[in-house]
């Protein structure tokens, strides 16, 4: 199961992006969503991830923060904020593909 989060805002998004956004559920800032692992999965994470932070999650991590696969949700910004939103994980931010995607879930419940 892989968590995304939409870190970053609609602004000067390219139809596309915003697009692909939408098809994962994350239409607003601070959203985010469960996601069954797969190929269009992963092609659309890789589509947007200048705009999400994603990670795996294991099914014990979601039973105990009572979250399910497929929903949306909208808890708004974690506590202490999010960190550098313009880079991505490997370059210091957080950004695309990150392992650390349960802790910022944490935070924003």
């Not at 659309?44 to 294991?58: R, S, V």
Request: aromatic letters at 6%; glycine letters at 12%.
């Amino acid at each position: 199961m892989i968590a995304a989060v939409r870190v970053r805002g609609p602004l000067d998004n390219h139809p596309d992006i915003e697009n692909t956004l939408q098809s994962l559920g994350l239409e607003k800032q601070n959203q985010f969503v469960l996601l069954e692992d797969g190929a269009s999965t992963r092609g659309m994470l890789k589509k947007a991830k200048d705009f999400i932070a994603y990670g795996e999650i294991d099914e014990n991590a979601a039973e105990q923060m009572d979250l399910e696969t497929g929903n949306t949700y909208s808890p708004g910004p974690p506590t202490g904020g999010y960190g550098d939103t313009r880079s991505s994980y490997g370059q210091g931010g957080i950004l695309g593909n990150n392992p650390e995607t349960k802790n910022i879930l944490e935070a924003m419940i």
